[in-house]
């Protein structure tokens, strides 16, 4: 049955910390920015949807209007999908001149694909907004084995007392949750990255954390009165439209965010049971006949 269409909602590749204390910026390009292993993950990534689809790569890339790109404005997912769409075309995994935003967004027009970065993340709250009423509730709903194991502020009081002296918490914009979230995400590169976690910092801090991460993104997910709702946002409502769009691009690619991808999949119905990992993604594929979903290649269709 012949492919008609492409949508893949992808998260970007690996990227440093979103928060670097100044003692530890040597360490990384520059905060929440693609690294080279999250450029290579992209970059492959690009390949393996092409090589999984190549008859309908082949059949539709001569037009420079086959590929829309839509990502949040933030270097991170403009570049992500700078390396991700280089590998589809089947160009070669050669850095950019610059690395500036205006120059990559140049670069990925000049590889056919019709460009439109977001004036803002349209698809989930900011990170600066306050925890909403709810979320306790619904994190032990949710989650209720890991919250009687953890007792939620205990560990986050815990661990950044610890760190007081490097880790510091801004009360006027940072609650102790998103100090122990940036936290979590500071050490996590580290590991991601395959890196030694500097001395000040522990194992057992980044075990005690993980936790929060999975909760954050049901706080930003339910933050939209619920997820059954979900269709009423942008990312969902450019899905429908472009599953029923017979002038659709043929390959439409959202370069976005972990709760991005998780939303999208909780809205369709799929359980999703870990935080989506860099460069992982939802790939859907359209036919005549059927609609098929796939998760890091393999089918959620009966998820």
């Not at 991808?261 to 359209?286: A, D, N, Q, R």
Request: hydrophobic fraction near 35%; glycine fraction near 4%; proline fraction near 3%.
């Amino acid at each position: 049955m012949k492919l008609q269409k492409l949508i893949y909602v992808g998260r970007h590749g690996y990227r440093a910390p979103i928060l670097i204390p100044k003692a530890f910026e040597k360490d990384w390009p520059g905060e929440g920015r693609l690294t080279d292993k999250g450029a290579r993950s992209q970059y492959v990534k690009g390949i393996n949807i092409r090589r999984s689809n190549i008859s309908f790569f082949q059949s539709v890339t001569n037009s420079v209007d086959c590929i829309t790109v839509n990502t949040t404005n933030l270097c991170r997912t403009i570049t992500s999908a700078y390396w991700l769409i280089k590998g589809i075309r089947g160009l070669s995994f050669k850095p950019p001149k610059r690395t500036d935003t205006n120059y990559i967004t140049e670069e990925l027009k000049s590889f056919g694909a019709s460009f439109k970065p977001l004036s803002k993340d349209v698809v989930f709250r900011s990170y600066y907004t306050s925890v909403s009423p709810s979320v306790k509730e619904i994190y032990k709903n949710n989650l209720k084995d890991m919250y009687d194991k953890h007792l939620f502020e205990e560990v986050i009081n815990k661990v950044l007392s610890k760190v007081d002296h490097i880790w510091k918490r801004d009360k006027a914009k940072l609650i102790d949750y998103f100090s122990a979230l940036y936290l979590y995400d500071f050490l996590a590169c580290y590991r991601d990255h395959g890196l030694k976690l500097p001395k000040e910092f522990t194992e057992d801090m980044l075990s005690s954390l993980q936790f929060i991460h999975y909760y954050s993104l049901y706080d930003m997910t339910f933050a939209f009165e619920e997820v059954r709702k979900l269709n009423n946002h942008y990312l969902f409502k450019q899905l429908i439209e472009n599953l029923k769009s017979q002038k659709a691009p043929a390959f439409y690619y959202y370069s976005s965010h972990d709760a991005n991808v998780f939303s999208t999949l909780l809205g369709l119905g799929y359980k999703v049971k870990e935080v989506p990992k860099c460069s992982e993604g939802l790939l859907i594929k359209v036919t005549s006949e059927h609609v098929d979903l796939e998760y890091e290649g393999r089918s959620i269709n009966k998820d």
